[in-house]
């Protein structure tokens, strides 16, 4: 079965700080993939997605994030962060024809000043 | 962008009684809808995937009688949480699929609804 790893809980970060926030996947064949981002008390909001050709995908606010199929994963960056960015990150994959996302538990992004 | 809403925001209603919670697509057609449940700093649990015409189709342990899903047209998908309970307390999220696009392409987010059985 498909699922999705985010090894990382809760990440504190300095502001103007690197981020990166880890993903693994397990799944059969190409995977698409996609990470959100939901401030407190909100829904998601896509930052960016996989589904083939270039391995390094860009997204909105400055995120990035690479495909890497030898280690089964998806990892989340941002060169320097920004107070705004302090929110519940998810990775999540497509699980069948219909677009059944899964889920990882989630990390949670604090920004120091 | 895509926009999807959620009717109401938050809810508080008394144990037993039956809450209906909207999820619409406003600028684009959805032959598909899913409903999540989020508990407090945790991840989304899909509830059920909602097809326009057709019966939802429920995850396991998911309970079809007390989350009753109805998916009337191309643009409206509601949940209603009937008989409610304070364990029902949650967070609500639905997501819609452009029917235009593939499987594996973009859900739209609503912004949840928030419901507190008393």
């Known amino acids: 079965a498909q699922s999705v790893t985010q090894p990382d809980i809760h990440i504190t970060v300095s502001e103007g700080a690197s981020l990166e926030l880890r993903c693994n996947y397990s799944?059969?064949?190409?995977?698409?993939l996609f990470w959100y981002v939901q401030s407190p008390g909100q829904g998601l909001q896509l930052l960016l997605k996989?589904?083939?050709?270039?391995?390094l995908v860009q997204g909105i606010k400055g995120f990035e994030a690479e495909f890497k199929r030898s280690q089964s994963s998806f990892n989340l960056r941002k060169p320097s962060v920004h107070w705004s960015d302090a929110a519940e990150y998810f990775c999540?994959?497509?699980?069948?024809?219909?677009?059944?996302?899964?889920f990882g538990a989630g990390t949670q992004v604090v920004v120091t000043p | 962008g895509a926009v999807v809403s959620q009717h109401p925001s938050w809810v508080i209603c008394k144990s037993g009684t039956s809450v209906k919670i909207e999820c619409r697509s406003l600028d684009f057609q959805a032959t598909t809808m899913f409903w999540y449940r989020q508990f407090p700093k945790q991840s989304l649990m899909l509830m059920a995937t909602?097809?326009?015409?057709?019966?939802?189709?429920?995850e396991q342990g998911v309970e079809k009688d007390k989350f009753l899903i109805n998916h009337a047209s191309l643009t409206l998908s509601t949940l209603t949480v009937t008989s409610a309970h304070p364990e029902d307390s949650s967070f609500y999220i639905c997501?819609?699929?452009?029917?235009?696009?593939?499987?594996?392409?973009?859900?739209?987010f609503g912004p949840g609804t928030r419901l507190l059985v008393l």
């Open positions: 996989y589904f083939s050709g270039d391995t």
């Open positions: 909602s097809n326009e015409g057709s019966k939802a189709t429920y």
């Open positions: 799944y059969g064949a190409t995977p698409y």
């Open positions: 997501s819609a699929r452009d029917f235009r696009l593939g499987a594996a392409e973009t859900q739209y």
């Open positions: 999540a994959v497509v699980t069948d024809s219909w677009g059944k996302l899964q």
